[in-house]
């Protein structure tokens, strides 16, 4: 039996919370009860407001103040206007971090997994926890991981762009 992350998942550090993702499996219930399901195979970490990487680097403003809140909740971004990738909050209320969902088994890269799963930006703000539209559960799978530099943030700076805060399940 699959059991849903609860919310002591999520209320710790990015670091711990996003290797233990991998394996995990996402889900969208649809309306008609139609459940899509991937399990997630990629996800990176943001910690704070000292990764030049994370949105949080620019401190509070109205686009980051969900990352300074409770762990559990789900953080969208439009990226390129065109693409939406999904986060999700960790840590303590005040501690700004979270945890992109980076792939899963079956699509790669955080655009095509939203696009597929059918997640847009109305689900910024939603928990994970206690939601019977979107959660993610533990079905007790779990990969052997590899990590590497995080995608897509040059703009870091030398150390923030090559730390390697990305999670990967590794293939069989």
């Not at 999520?10 to 993702?21: H, I, N, T, Y």
């Not at 889900?27 to 943001?46: C, K, N, Q």
């Not at 206007?81 to 960790?90: A, E, P, Q, Y």
Request: aromatic letters at 10%; a negative charge; glycine letters at 12%.
């Amino acid at each position: 039996m699959n059991k849903r992350l609860g919310i002591e998942f999520f209320r710790r550090d990015c670091l711990e919370v996003a290797p233990e993702l991998i394996g995990k499996i996402l889900v969208h219930r649809l309306a008609d009860g139609t459940e899509l399901r991937e399990r997630i195979a990629e996800t990176e970490a943001y910690r704070g407001e000292e990764d030049l990487a994370c949105h949080a680097s620019k401190g509070r403003t109205p686009r980051t103040e969900l990352l300074y809140g409770e762990a559990g909740v789900i953080y969208i971004y439009l990226c390129y206007g065109m693409h939406w990738l999904m986060n999700v909050i960790t840590g303590e209320n005040g501690q700004p971090q979270g945890v992109l969902i980076r792939a899963g088994e079956v699509h790669s890269g955080p655009a095509k997994l939203t696009k597929a799963l059918r997640i847009n930006g109305d689900f910024n703000g939603q928990p994970f926890c206690g939601n019977d539209e979107i959660w993610i559960e533990d079905d007790g799978f779990s990969p052997k991981l590899k990590t590497a530099p995080r995608v897509g943030i040059d703009y870091a700076g030398e150390y923030w762009k090559n730390i390697e805060w990305r999670f990967i399940a590794e293939e069989e």
